[in-house]
Every structure is written in structure tokens, then in C-alpha cells.
């Protein structure tokens, strides 16, 4: 199997500035950045535990505000190495796939959404390669 780890749980907000503020002065957590998505319309906000930046919190900014106080946790992302391979794993596994093919962000981590058991929304994302690495 090659999930390591959670990578992120994503968070859908109304306001990333707002929810930046919130999650840094009131938990304490350490805002990485800040970027706009592919798609030119969600924002994307990375916050990490001081000190232990090997899970993050992503705050999703323009997905969609409307749901409920309980339905906010967008998805869970389990960090892979290779992202081609796991995709296609999990396509011959015949498990149900939001994406049809591998989202590439602006900072080169990649991406692909696949459905649990009950809906659930799955993420596996391979991190963009940092550069001194």
C-alpha cells in the first residue's frame, strides 16, 4: 500500500483571511501560504501544527459555503509517492472516482479525489518536490 500518511484535512470557509486570523491566534497553528487553485477560482490556505508540519489543515475558500456547520470538512488526503501509479491502482480496483484524470497545482503537488464506502470524499496527493531537497 502506498498511502504514508493523512496529508490534510480540508476545510471549506467563506472568508480565508477570516479563517487564517482564526486558526493561527486562536489554535495556534502556523499559516504556510496562501494560492489561488488551477481553476482560477478557489483559494487554498495551508496551516500546519508548530513544529510538526507533516499534517496540514487546508482552508478552501469558494467551493462551497452553503453547506452546514457539519458537512465543512471537505475531504481527507492521504499523502502517496507516485500518483500516476496510485491512480491508476485505484482505477483497476474499480473504485468509484470523482476525477477523470490528475489534477497539477500552480506549486506542482498533484491530486486526484476518489469515493469511500458510504460517498465519503478520499484524496490521494503526492506533495510538490521542494527545492534543497
Same mark, same amino acid.
Given at each position: 500500500?502506498?498511502?504514508?500518511?493523512?496529508?490534510?484535512?480540508?476545510?471549506?470557509?467563506?472568508?480565508?483571511?477570516?479563517?487564517?486570523?482564526?486558526?493561527?491566534?486562536?489554535?495556534?497553528?502556523?499559516?504556510?501560504?496562501?494560492?489561488?487553485?488551477?481553476?482560477?477560482?478557489? &483559494?487554498?490556505?495551508? $496551516?500546519?501544527? #508548530?513544529?510538526?508540519?507533516?499534517?496540514?489543515?487546508? @482552508?478552501?475558500? /469558494?467551493?462551497?459555503?452553503?453547506?452546514?456547520?457539519?458537512?465543512?470538512?471537505?475531504?481527507?488526503?492521504?499523502?502517496?509517492?507516485?500518483?500516476?501509479?496510485?491512480?491508476? &491502482?485505484?482505477?483497476? $480496483?474499480?473504485? #468509484?472516482?470523482?476525477?477523470?484524470?490528475?489534477?497539477? @497545482?500552480?506549486? /506542482?503537488?498533484?491530486?486526484?479525489?476518489?469515493?469511500?464506502?458510504?460517498?465519503?470524499?478520499?484524496?490521494?496527493?503526492?506533495?510538490?518536490?521542494?527545492?534543497?531537497?
Amino acid at each position: 500500500m502506498a498511502v504514508k500518511k493523512i496529508e490534510h484535512l480540508g476545510i471549506m470557509v467563506s472568508n480565508i483571511e477570516q479563517s487564517v486570523a482564526f486558526y493561527t491566534s486562536v489554535l495556534g497553528l502556523e499559516h504556510k501560504y496562501t494560492m489561488l487553485h488551477t481553476n482560477g477560482i478557489i &483559494r487554498l490556505g495551508f $496551516l500546519s501544527f #508548530p513544529g510538526h508540519e507533516e499534517t496540514e489543515i487546508e @482552508l478552501i475558500e /469558494g467551493y462551497n459555503s452553503a453547506l452546514p456547520a457539519e458537512g465543512k470538512t471537505h475531504h481527507t488526503a492521504y499523502t502517496v509517492d507516485d500518483i500516476e501509479s496510485e491512480f491508476e &491502482r485505484v482505477k483497476a $480496483l474499480g473504485v #468509484p472516482l470523482r476525477d477523470t484524470e490528475i489534477t497539477t @497545482l500552480p506549486n /506542482g503537488a498533484r491530486y486526484f479525489f476518489l469515493y469511500g464506502p458510504d460517498g465519503e470524499l478520499l484524496e490521494l496527493f503526492q506533495p510538490a518536490v521542494q527545492l534543497g531537497n
